[in-house]
């Protein structure tokens, strides 16, 4: 009996305590249009359920390609790799275990892959989702790739398809670096050839939460950029190096802005408003939530006569604990939050 053709892609799933996102993260993989796929997903010592949620995911879809990996906790970058190292696909997608991926995400990327065999890389627009289900996504564009803007910002987010052979070329994600991994692993790419191209569509959902390793990498950004010019020297100047360098052995006052160099310092910024940004979406989604909690719970403790007479309106509590305001308002106002868009990337 021959063995089983190898799958075009393989999802590659880290999960450490998210046994509550992992159901949604791995429905958006089931709902693939494209089908060649397997997903393996690699439990990175979780205390909570995870282990058990992706075992009753296997049990439900025996007919899918789905393992799942056991292994110490040893951070992102280790799961990634031994998931990879552990994949049958020539194409790898790695996927966070609370994020999720659009139906077409594989189709669209794979197709470019087999079309192109010069790209190496395809990545994508982003749709940034938060749990308030009030709260719509907010769409991130990213620029064309392009190798020297790679080297000042981050301008393909880790959702990205690649050739296996850019992960065995550069010895796949640096397991010493705790966030920032992805960035450092698409310059390593990039410094070896492989070429990256971008789709303009939002094909990846991040998921926005109060914690997580985005959040971290954007409060410690100078410190990432210092361990990501250390790792590679020759893409960046002496005096970048030279700044790297003293950072990283906590020289404090290399933190301040007259001595950081004028390209990491305008990065810098730039991350400082996208951590802005973030922040503002995490308040705007809770302050739109508690509101219409109190408002329903409100509605629900109060049993108000209703108005009688020609165009007479039925009504209902005001947030202020009065009455007499048309039930319509609170209903225009459900409508104007779902529609709401906190801002414009």
Same mark, same amino acid.
């Given at each position: 009996m021959s063995?089983p053709?190898?799958?075009a892609?393989?999802?590659?799933?880290p999960?450490y305590? @998210?046994?509550r996102?992992?159901?949604?993260?791995l429905?958006?993989?089931?709902r693939?249009t494209f089908a060649?796929?397997?997903?393996?997903?690699v439990?990175?010592g979780?205390?909570?359920?995870?282990?058990? =949620?992706?075992?009753?995911f296997?049990d439900?879809h025996p007919?899918?390609?789905?393992?799942l990996?056991h292994?110490a906790?040893?951070?992102?970058s280790?799961?990634?790799?031994?998931?990879?190292?552990?994949?049958?696909?020539r194409y790898?997608?790695?996927?966070?275990a609370d994020?999720v991926?659009d139906?077409?995400?594989? *189709?669209?990327?794979?197709?470019?892959?087999d079309?192109?065999p010069d790209?190496?890389?395809v990545?994508t627009?982003l749709f940034?989702?938060t749990d308030?289900?009030d709260?719509?996504?907010q769409?991130?564009?990213l620029p064309p790739?392009d190798?020297e803007?790679l080297?000042e910002?981050?301008?393909m987010? @880790?959702?990205?398809?690649y050739?296996?052979?850019?992960?065995e070329?550069?010895g796949g994600?640096?397991?010493?670096?705790?966030?920032? *991994?992805?960035?450092?692993?698409?310059i390593?790419?990039?410094e070896?050839?492989?070429?990256?191209?971008h789709?303009?569509e939002?094909?990846?959902?991040?998921?926005?939460?109060d914690?997580?390793?985005? =959040?971290e990498a954007?409060?410690?950004?100078?410190t990432v950029?210092?361990?990501?010019?250390a790792?590679h020297?020759t893409?960046f100047k002496?005096?970048?190096?030279?700044?790297a360098?003293?950072?990283?052995e906590q020289e404090?006052?290399?933190?301040?802005?007259?001595?950081?160099?004028d390209?990491i310092l305008?990065r810098?910024?730039?991350m400082?408003q996208?951590l802005?940004v973030?922040?503002?979406?995490?308040?705007?989604a809770?302050?739109?939530r @508690?509101?219409i909690q @109190?408002?329903?719970?409100a509605?629900?403790?109060?049993?108000?006569p209703?108005?009688?007479?020609?165009?007479?309106?039925?009504t209902a509590v005001?947030?202020r604990?009065?009455?007499? *305001?048309?039930?319509?308002?609170y209903?225009?106002?459900? *409508?104007?939050?779902?529609?709401?868009?906190?801002f414009t990337?």
């Amino acid at each position: 009996m021959s063995a089983p053709r190898p799958p075009a892609v393989s999802v590659v799933i880290p999960c450490y305590n @998210y046994g509550r996102y992992l159901p949604r993260t791995l429905d958006s993989v089931v709902r693939q249009t494209f089908a060649d796929w397997e997903i393996v997903i690699v439990d990175d010592g979780s205390t909570d359920d995870s282990p058990a =949620v992706a075992q009753a995911f296997i049990d439900r879809h025996p007919d899918r390609r789905v393992r799942l990996l056991h292994q110490a906790n040893a951070g992102v970058s280790a799961a990634r790799n031994a998931g990879i190292a552990a994949a049958a696909g020539r194409y790898i997608l790695p996927l966070d275990a609370d994020d999720v991926i659009d139906p077409t995400m594989l *189709e669209k990327t794979a197709a470019l892959l087999d079309a192109e065999p010069d790209i190496a890389i395809v990545s994508t627009d982003l749709f940034v989702f938060t749990d308030a289900e009030d709260v719509p996504p907010q769409v991130l564009s990213l620029p064309p790739y392009d190798r020297e803007l790679l080297l000042e910002r981050l301008i393909m987010f @880790y959702c990205s398809l690649y050739r296996r052979e850019a992960w065995e070329v550069v010895g796949g994600y640096n397991e010493r670096m705790r966030v920032g *991994e992805d960035w450092d692993f698409w310059i390593g790419c990039a410094e070896r050839g492989f070429v990256a191209h971008h789709l303009s569509e939002p094909l990846f959902g991040a998921r926005n939460k109060d914690t997580g390793l985005h =959040v971290e990498a954007a409060e410690n950004d100078l410190t990432v950029r210092a361990r990501i010019v250390a790792n590679h020297p020759t893409s960046f100047k002496p005096l970048t190096r030279a700044w790297a360098q003293a950072l990283l052995e906590q020289e404090d006052s290399y933190r301040s802005d007259a001595r950081v160099p004028d390209d990491i310092l305008s990065r810098a910024g730039e991350m400082d408003q996208f951590l802005r940004v973030v922040m503002d979406l995490q308040r705007i989604a809770r302050t739109q939530r @508690y509101r219409i909690q @109190y408002l329903e719970q409100a509605l629900a403790e109060r049993n108000l006569p209703s108005q009688t007479g020609p165009g007479a309106q039925p009504t209902a509590v005001s947030d202020r604990g009065g009455q007499g *305001e048309p039930a319509g308002i609170y209903t225009d106002m459900q *409508e104007s939050l779902a529609q709401a868009s906190p801002f414009t990337w």
